[in-house]
């Protein structure tokens, strides 16, 4: 069956330096890709998108990669800061665009002052 | 603009006992998720509607758990009778259509004792 899952549970990171968060999915098929963070007492919140067709996208210090060759995604957050601890999901979202989000475990991000 | 309320947002009952979860999506979105967070693991799909109708119930775990979308707005999320591991955190989502955003509510704490 389809999963998306992560390498690391955890990654601490100090403050200031730039931290990547690594995602594996399974489903060749899969079109649609989501970063969400998940603050302590929050829903996931929407980080940044990247569709099959692109390699790269980026945000403000945020920047996605896909590569379809391996099935594999990673976010980059640069010049982390205090407000970036949290958990980081990935996500693939199905072939249509309005299906089920499959999540992956989610990787928890430490920011050291 | 209001966006994704879910009541209550801790809820602790006893085993054998009744809970529902409400969840009230974004005005005008059509489709409405459920997910389930369950001690620290990912976020598991539970079910998606379209309007009212149910599109996928794919990943409800089992005819104890029963979700409603009467008229199209807000849904609710019945589990009768709780067991010991239906504690975790339940998430609604909603989205106005495919390969959109799907937003997320700040969850409601289960935990049945």
């Known amino acids: 069956g389809e999963s998306v899952g992560l390498h690391l549970p955890t990654l601490s990171v100090q403050e200031g330096d730039n931290s990547i968060i690594n995602c594996a999915y399974s489903?060749?098929?899969?079109?649609?890709f989501i970063w969400y963070k998940q603050e302590s007492g929050k829903g996931p919140q929407f980080i940044i998108d990247?569709?099959?067709?692109?390699d790269k996208r980026q945000g403000q210090r945020v920047t996605v990669l896909l590569n379809k060759t391996v099935k594999h995604l990673s976010l980059q957050i640069a010049a982390t800061q205090p407000g970036d601890s949290a958990v980081y999901f990935c996500a693939e979202n199905g072939l249509f665009g309005n299906e089920k989000l499959t999540f992956g475990t989610g990787t928890r991000l430490t920011i050291i002052p | 603009e209001a966006g994704v309320t879910q009541f209550p947002s801790h809820s602790v009952i006893e085993k054998g006992q009744t809970v529902t979860l409400r969840c009230d999506p974004i005005?005008?979105?059509?489709?409405l998720y459920w997910y389930r967070r369950v001690m620290g693991k990912e976020i598991k799909f539970l079910l998606h509607?379209?309007?009212?109708?149910?599109?996928?119930e794919s990943g409800m775990p089992n005819n104890r758990f029963l979700a409603e979308r009467t008229g199209g707005t807000y849904s609710t999320l019945k589990v009768q009778p709780a067991e010991l591991e239906d504690s975790g955190v339940y998430f609604c989502?909603?989205?106005?259509?495919?390969?959109?955003?799907?937003?997320f509510g700040q969850g409601t704490r289960l935990t049945v004792v």
């Open positions: 989502a909603s989205r106005s259509g495919a390969n959109t955003e799907a937003f």
């Open positions: 489903n060749s098929a899969s079109d649609y």
């Open positions: 990247i569709r099959s067709n692109m």
């Open positions: 005005s005008g979105h059509d489709n």
């Open positions: 509607f379209v309007k009212e109708s149910k599109q996928d």
